[in-house]
């Protein structure tokens, strides 16, 4: 399994950014893939997860109504929407496959949880 994410750059505060991450193989379209991001001398940080169908989706309270995370299987791509975007949320985003979870509400929030990860992609939103 690979993971590309991609998508980053420079957005003004109040903007909107799409990333994208590419998953290839069978074996993506059959479980979760999250999105993670480390800021400069932070821990890595969890952002958001979507089920393999896509029908479930869970966000960490920070980014809670402000990132929409989705994903086309017949493109074997998982999309992360985000609108209102603030200086804070600068960081280097990570997506990442967990095979320990597929569906349901018990969701994997921690990196230890995930098996597989994207190189990462950096933006920056300035004030």
């Known amino acids: 399994v690979q993971l590309q994410a991609s998508g980053g750059g420079l957005v003004q505060a109040g903007g909107s950014l799409r990333l994208s991450c590419e998953v290839s193989?069978?074996?993506?379209?059959?479980?979760?893939t999250g999105w993670f991001r480390q800021a400069p001398g932070k821990e890595r940080e969890f952002v958001g997860v979507?089920?393999?169908?896509?029908?479930?989706?869970y966000y960490a309270d920070s980014v809670k109504g402000r990132f929409t995370i989705s994903r086309d299987n017949t493109k074997n791509t998982v999309y992360l929407q985000m609108n209102s975007l603030k200086p804070e949320d600068t960081a280097v985003y990570y997506c990442?496959?967990?095979?320990?979870?597929?569906?349901?509400?018990?969701?994997?929030?921690?990196?230890?949880?995930?098996?597989?990860w994207g190189q990462g992609t950096k933006f920056t939103v300035s004030s």
């Open positions: 979507v089920s393999a169908s896509g029908t479930t989706t």
């Open positions: 990442a496959l967990s095979l320990a979870y597929s569906s349901g509400r018990v969701y994997p929030i921690h990196p230890h949880q995930y098996n597989y």
């Open positions: 193989g069978r074996t993506g379209r059959s479980y979760g």
